[in-house]
């Protein structure tokens, strides 16, 4: 599945499933944007093994829950690059509490990175992304299901779906809006924390015992940011190994 010459802008893309999605999309031919609010460090490892690889990639440094760095995210891409061909909404937080535990900074600050996050990068690519691009933008297999501690995360990423789906019929020009859902996936984030039983208990829950590795999400997120993908719009794909 070929990206030549596609400017992707990956959010969130320093570490975890943004790293390899950015590192999969670059093999691919794409001219990647890695994005980072505040790991430096990692982002510019990122586009390092990028460029190993023979592929194309810059760092830029832009926090999404803020309009003006959002902004101005764009704007640097399209001034390197010439143009923004797909858009790649991964950042995101979860904080995993019970709903009682969750202090309103708790509630603030993943509803103002998952949900305010994707809403300003929707605003920009209105008028910036390319003619016939594509917006992906990365939900959570948790929406449908009734995980305690996981509410806030889980109802942040229902608005995200939803959001998708309504975009995909006002941006027109050709663009196709996604949302791909990721189950459970290993990632040292994710991991941290995590007991052996309870990693275990989750595996258990999908047909293939297993977490997703990052790379299962990479493939399908690499489908839908091809052209192969374009009569697919207003969706949200599940990427879970029939967990859900």
Known sequence: MTLENKVIIVTGSSRGIGKEIAQLLAKNGAKII???????????????????????????????SNREDVTRLFDQ????????DV???????????????????????QFDINVKGVFNTLQEADSKLADNGIIISVSSSTVKLMFPTYALYSA?????EQITRVFSKEIGRGIS???????????????????QEFIDKLSSMNAFNRLAKPIDI???????????????????????????
């Open 87 to 109: 858009l790649i909404n991964n950042a995101g937080v979860m904080i995993s509490k019970k709903i009682k535990d969750n202090t309103q900074d708790d509630f603030n600050k």
């Open 218 to 244: 990479a493939k399908v997120v690499l489908f839908l940011a091809s052209d192969d993908s374009k009569w697919i719009s207003g969706q949200v794909i599940g990427a879970n190994g029939a967990l859900v």
């Open 77 to 84: 891409a399209i001034a390197q690059y010439g143009k923004i």
């Open 34 to 64: 890695v994005n980072h609010s505040n790991s430096e460090k990692e982002a510019s490892a990122t586009v390092q093994s990028i460029k190993d690889n023979n592929g194309e990639a810059i760092a830029i440094k832009a926090d999404v």
């Open 156 to 160: 942040s990423k229902a608005a995200v």
């Open 177 to 195: 809006v996604n949302a791909i859902a990721p189950g459970a996936t290993e990632t040292e984030l994710f991991l941290k924390g995590k007991s």
